[in-house]
């Protein structure tokens, strides 16, 4: 049966269709040889040194080493951003991720870097209207134009692993149909068999981690991005559970099928023009609503929304937020979570390092049997700890990056190197390197305690107490000195 008119529950179409689409057009749509893929790769450090070459020749020329180098990183960051969206996949995730390690670097180094991976999402080639139509009549039957009074063939976004095309079905809503890649399952599953052969390597930067765990988690979590049919699920499951929300907005699945979903168009304005232009006002909202969103998700859902970048969210025209993509998305929350947190917050507002220590080692973000600096790793989580702190607090890239620079900084003596995530965390360490990563680039200020709180009510009477406290400096001095004694004696 194919997908038609008559259909009463989309989730049940299926396609007899024999249509395949042929070997050019999938080449041309994504490449999927690993030959290809790894020299595409492979390409940035070699072109890289001969720009450095060429940089020798022409401070010989008289130009200034700061220009020369200036115009190697300018020219570098946009051949890394235009191979990996090329590749598009595992690669432009990879992608994506960068936006938080950018941060690491000084403002004048990061800023091609930043450039380039904003031009990244809508610089990945297009699929040809030929190839669109192909996937269409594949997934969905021959008779695939019958479902829509109109379709546009130009794509309106594109992801890492498909593009969205703008439509109107045939009862008269508009519509998004996301469309996955032709090739892109195949190239995902190549990328992640990679990632597995190069986890090992991993275990010489985290010799405190599970890496082949921790590999296998991340990989079970890019391959449910792969489920158009879990996404559908997800996507259900937040939209009954936000319908006629004040303040949030989730489009219904219209239908799904094979390796296309159909939902409904949402139009708005998408965050990352409030980032570029939005007062800060709108700022502060934006980003509140966001935290707010995927807290109260999982409340809602049971599930956690994975992947809050700005690109996911936009500001619709009565003001709500609506969300999309909800391929990244688990249940939620493992057992012993609210202990878990609980437990930490003890520990680091009320405690010290002998209490971080016993949370660690209990919850397993360290191994009984390893030993580490438990002081270093206080005096680590204290600065993280700061917008708790404060009934309001600003999120500002700075800020964020004195915590990514300390928590990656490659010393053999870097306590995060002796610490792990326990495997059912990796989505929450996602979801939250992710919001925050937004919430700095928007400048939010916000009551983000109160936020979690209202998410996770037992945490309530640690930030009672703290609120009843006289402030007090935090004393380092007294923790640095008993690490020192612990070297020495060592």
Not at 35 to 42: F, K, S, T
Not at 201 to 215: E, Q
Not at 376 to 393: D, G, I, N, Q, Y
């Amino acid at each position: 049966m194919t997908i038609g008119r008559g259909i009463d529950r989309p989730d049940e179409i299926s396609t007899g269709s024999d249509t395949h689409i042929s070997t050019t057009e999938t080449a041309a749509a994504l490449p999927v040889g690993r030959v290809v893929r790894n020299a595409r790769i492979a390409s940035i450090p070699v072109a890289f040194a001969g720009r450095r070459a060429i940089g020798y020749g022409k401070r010989a020329l008289g130009r200034s080493a700061a220009e020369v180098n200036r115009d190697i990183r300018s020219r570098t960051a946009q051949h890394i951003f235009e191979v990996l969206g090329e590749l598009k996949g595992c690669a432009t995730k990879f992608g994506q991720l960068l936006a938080i390690y950018e941060l690491a670097l000084p403002s004048e180094l990061a800023e091609p870097y930043r450039i380039a991976l904003g031009r990244l999402q809508d610089s990945a080639p297009a699929m040809l209207p030929s190839t669109v139509h192909a996937v269409l009549a594949e997934q969905l039957g021959r008779d695939w134009r019958t479902n829509f009074l109109e379709f546009d063939d130009r794509r309106a976004a594109a992801a890492s692993i498909g593009q969205v095309h703008r439509a109107v079905w045939h009862d008269g809503r508009e519509v998004a149909v996301k469309i996955m890649y032709p090739g892109a399952r195949e190239s995902v599953l190549g990328d992640l068999d990679q990632l597995r052969r190069m986890s090992a390597l991993l275990g010489v930067f985290v010799p405190g981690a599970d890496v082949a765990a921790l590999t296998d988690s991340v990989r079970a979590g890019i391959l449910r991005e792969l489920d158009y049919a879990a996404e559908a699920a997800s996507q259900r499951a937040f939209a009954d559970a936000y319908r006629d929300d004040p303040e949030f907005r989730v489009p219904d699945v219209v239908a799904q099928q094979g390796d296309v979903v159909i939902s409904e168009w949402l139009d708005g304005t998408p965050v990352p023009h409030i980032i570029a232009s939005g007062s800060q006002a709108e700022r502060d909202r934006v980003g509140m609503a966001m935290v707010r969103f995927v807290l109260d998700g999982c409340t809602r859902t049971d599930l956690l929304y994975c992947d809050p970048h700005p690109g996911n969210f936009r500001v619709l025209p009565d003001g709500r937020l609506g969300v999309v993509d909800f391929g990244a998305c688990c249940r939620w929350p493992p057992a012993g979570f609210d202990g878990l947190a609980l437990d930490y917050c003890r520990a680091v507002f009320e405690g010290g390092p002998t209490d971080l220590e016993a949370a660690s080692r209990r919850h397993g973000f360290v191994a009984d049997d390893r030993s580490f600096d438990v002081d270093a790793l206080f005096a680590a989580v204290l600065p993280c700890s700061e917008p708790l702190r404060h009934k309001t607090f600003q999120l500002t890239s700075p800020w964020l990056r004195r915590q990514v620079v300390r928590a990656t900084r490659p010393k053999l003596s870097n306590v995060a190197r002796q610490c792990t995530i326990p495997v059912p965390f990796t989505p929450f360490a996602r979801s939250s390197l992710t919001i925050i990563g937004a919430l700095a680039q928007l400048g939010t200020e916000g009551a983000y305690r109160e936020e979690i709180v209202r998410s996770l009510p037992v945490l309530a009477e640690v930030f009672d107490r703290l609120d009843q406290q006289e402030p007090r400096p935090v004393d380092l001095a007294t923790a640095r000195e008993r690490r020192a004694r612990r070297i020495t004696a060592s």
